[in-house]
């Protein structure tokens, strides 16, 4: 088994030329390319044998201004699991669409449209509003969005006419 | 006709949970479906950012609500090939024991929920009879009989205790000779036939086109992919078992398959009782000091294992602090809940619907998380 992982790095490595590939479990393969790689690169993997997209997502490195688009591949003939990483300006988050590659992506890239504002050219149905209707904030798993302070805006405290003040083991004038 | 739009849900009997599909019908075929999640968002992705490592445990159970842990078992895959923990040999035992009671209770439970769609509840009411007594070993294993919060980072909380594996195996005995009234009211009952033989057709294409795993998968394409023998987690590759297959899939064919895989589930539960090392540790400290300042070192893992309806799998990032810098869940019928009810719904009868949704599998909380 290692031996077909030996062999699987070295062929990536030699046909997609990738920024960086790491091993970070046991079957599983890290590549980094730059994200106009990305097609090239995913078609190649489908057609040696990754034949399901397991999941698209992304990541918010807000720090760097960067998304970091993740799509894990898997081989089942195998057993072997493939991250592809790619980041994207994230100031200007549009990709192109993976869907006539891997079709399934399609509900994929409408839940990172609508989780991380990322646009995919040539998926007509990323723009829907698929989880969150009449979502009026910035996309909630950006790391700027807080889940704190859009809960307090949206549902505030209310005004209580009477305010209890006693407490257990209070004195007599808070409990009065 | 006038083409008449209808609601499936958010309530209906062919799922646990809450999920709503759009059909616009003619007389009673449906020829649009557009599938609306949403109903069950609660935020998980978000909620486990701002949480510790150890503190999610509370958190990760509810993301499946019928099959609670395989959430904690991935989650503790992950962290631990981050961390780089070794579990101890009794642990990964005591999980496989875990895992496969709740396969069998989730699959009893699946099987017996076809009464939803179909109208016979004779055997919802079995089925949830017999999960409950297994419901009742959990309880008694991790003093929780749903979300268990007992796979942890490290291992398991808590050894079995004692006379617990004869009381697993008794149970296993029973339920065995209890399978085949199963088998008796519901497979060969000639209502489930009507409805479900040649019915929901699942062809090999359209799994490699949606990304279909599980029984779907295995019941069409007739190969074993089934990540418990492809990629072995646990001490999987110790235990003998079966895949079972199909090269024609329709809902029977799938409900054929859940049932020999409860068998399977009950020979690796008596193998693992037979198996699993007498004295030894269960649990590795993952940090020295408090588990909840524990910071697990930078990097990007998936984990994965088969659920009930396939592959589950978390991506796990973490940016070297004390909670996840981000988590995304790979839900098992995430592809056929919202594709494929797009796709291949349409063309069903309405009675069909809800059949279609029970019987692809479709779980609305991992869709929404």
């Known amino acids: ?26 079957r599983q393969i890290a590549c980094i390319v730059e994200p106009g790689e990305v097609h090239r690169a995913l078609a190649y993997l489908k057609s040696s044998g990754f034949a399901q997209l397991s999941i698209l997502t992304c990541v918010d490195w807000i720090e760097d201004g960067e998304f970091e688009l993740v799509y894990i591949l898997m081989n089942w003939n195998e057993g072997i699991h493939v991250q592809l990483r790619a980041r994207i300006d994230r100031n200007e988050p549009v990709f192109n669409t993976i869907t006539h590659i891997y079709p399934g992506a399609r509900y994929y890239e409408r839940e990172v449209h609508e989780f991380f504002g990322i646009e995919f050219k040539g998926n007509e149905d990323s723009y829907k509003p698929l989880f969150l209707e009449r979502w009026d904030a910035i996309p909630p798993l950006r790391k700027d969005f807080d889940p704190q302070a859009y809960s307090d805006s949206k549902f505030p405290m209310r005004d209580r006419d009477r305010v209890f003040k006693s407490r257990i083991g209070g004195t007599e004038d808070e409990r009065s | 006709m006038r083409e008449v739009k209808l609601f499936l849900g958010p309530q209906h009997p062919g799922m646990h949970g809450n999920y709503s599909v759009h059909m616009y019908v003619d007389g009673d075929i449906i020829n649009t479906a557009r599938p609306t999640p949403g109903f069950l968002h609660r935020g998980f992705e978000k909620l486990m950012e701002r949480r510790h490592w150890m503190g999610n445990l509370a958190l990760i159970p509810r993301i499946c609500v019928p099959e609670p842990d395989i959430n904690e078992m991935v989650y503790a895959m ?3 090939a981050l961390a780089g923990i070794e579990v101890p040999e009794k642990a990964h035992w005591i999980r496989m024991l875990v895992l496969e009671m709740a396969r069998i209770a989730v699959h009893v439970m699946g099987l017996g929920f076809i009464g939803g769609p179909t109208g016979m509840y004779t055997a ?4 949830i009879a017999q999960r409950d007594l297994l419901l009742d070993l959990f309880e008694e294993l991790t003093g929780a009989r749903i979300y268990h919060m007992y796979i942890v980072p490290g291992g398991v909380r808590k050894d079995i205790p004692e006379g617990f594996a004869e009381k697993v195996l008794e149970k296993m005995d029973e339920l065995e000779s209890r399978i085949p009234e199963f088998e008796e009211l519901i497979l060969k009952h000639p209502v489930i036939h009507a409805r479900a033989k040649d019915n929901i057709l699942l062809p090999a294409e359209v799994v490699w086109e949606l990304g279909v795993t599980g029984i779907g998968m295995r019941s069409s394409t007739g190969k074993k992919n089934d990540l418990r023998k492809v990629k072995p987690y646990a001490r999987y590759d110790q235990v003998e078992f079966e ?16 049932v020999k895989e409860i068998y399977q589930s009950i020979g690796i539960v008596r193998q693992v009782l037979a198996k699993m090392p007498e004295e030894g540790e269960v649990r590795v400290p993952v940090a020295p000091g408090n588990a909840l300042r524990w910071t697990v070192p930078a990097g990007m893992v998936y984990s994965a294992v088969e659920s009930n309806r396939g592959e589950y799998g978390y991506f796990i990032v973490s940016d070297g602090k004390e909670m996840p810098y981000r988590i995304a869940v790979r839900g098992a019928s995430y592809p056929q809940g919202l594709m494929g009810v797009e796709k291949y719904l349409k063309g069903y009868r309405i009675d069909d619907a809800s059949l279609w949704m029970d019987s692809m599998g479709v779980c609305s909380p991992e869709i929404d998380r």
Request: net charge negative; aromatic share 6%.
């Open chain 1, 1 to 26: 088994m290692m031996n077909s992982m030996n062999k699987l790095i070295d062929e990536i490595r030699v046909t997609l030329k990738p920024l960086e590939i790491l091993v970070p479990a046991d």
């Open chain 2, 78 to 80: 992950g962290v631990e």
């Open chain 2, 243 to 258: 895949v079972p297959t199909a090269e024609y899939s329709d809902a029977l064919t799938r409900l054929n398959i859940k």
């Open chain 2, 124 to 127: 919802t009411y079995w089925a």
